[in-house]
């Protein structure tokens, strides 16, 4: 189900133009965006609401937001080569049916923020080519699967989590029940100095059996 975008209400994705064409953001560098207009309505660095695949992203740099880095509402764009840093609430986030390819995306949390790459709202989206790096998640973690549903493509990618104990989500953290038939992992590694546990949360223990099902795929 569609909601509207949580900052204005007459915005809201649906499936009738998947094809639309947005034009062309190339090159850009969204920096110290963000801004909390009241609770449960914020700004991200970069809003994409329910964006058709005529249109082309590429090439962003997304840093210090006061929210999420980039978040998408639905829609089949395809993003490549992104990178997210300092952001204080997640770094990727996607909702509401999302389900195109992002290709080449690089997150590094240091000090700030949530979960590296949030999903909710029935997507299953593909992620091919990524690397991110958590020093620190408040919560969340570096891949959140947020409720029940919630599924994903994971391809040629690295999660190197360095949290230490007491900061909440690993690697790939989990709130309700995934769902397994919609989600693989291909050629991914997961990674880091932390002494907590890779997976975490609800789906933790058929994310990992998943995990291990695939091709390529290594823990250490």
């Known amino acids: 189900i569609n909601t509207p975008y949580e900052v204005n209400g007459n915005f809201i994705s649906d499936d ?21 207009m009241q609770e449960d309505k914020e700004i991200n660095g970069l809003s994409l609401i329910g964006v ?16 999420d880095g980039i978040e998408i509402w639905g829609g089949p764009v395809d993003l490549t080569n992104i990178t997210v840093t300092r952001c204080t609430d997640d770094y ?20 700030l923020g949530n979960a590296a790459i949030e999903m909710s709202g ?11 790096v958590q020093d620190f998640s408040n919560k969340e973690g570096g891949i959140f699967f947020k409720k029940d549903g919630i599924g994903g493509h994971f391809m040629n990618g690295t999660v190197t989590d360095n949290n230490e104990i007491g900061e909440l989500g690993g690697a790939i953290h989990s709130q309700g029940v995934a769902d397994i038939a919609n989600i693989s992992f291909e050629n991914v590694t997961l990674n880091g100095t932390s002494t907590e546990p890779r997976f975490t949360g609800d789906s933790n223990v058929t994310l990992e059996a998943e995990f291990n099902a695939g091709t390529g795929n290594t823990v250490n």
Request: proline share 0%.
């Open 16 to 36: 009738t133009n998947l094809a639309d064409n947005s034009g062309i953001l190339r090159h850009v560098k969204i920096l110290n965006s963000g801004i909390t």
């Open 92 to 111: 990727f986030d996607i909702d509401d049916g999302y389900s195109g390819t992002v290709k080449n995306l690089t997150i590094r949390q240091e000090s």
């Open 52 to 67: 058709g695949s005529g249109t082309v992203i590429e090439n962003i740099t997304v840093d210090l937001s006061d929210d």
């Open 122 to 132: 029935d997507t299953a989206a593909t992620f091919d080519g990524f690397t991110i």
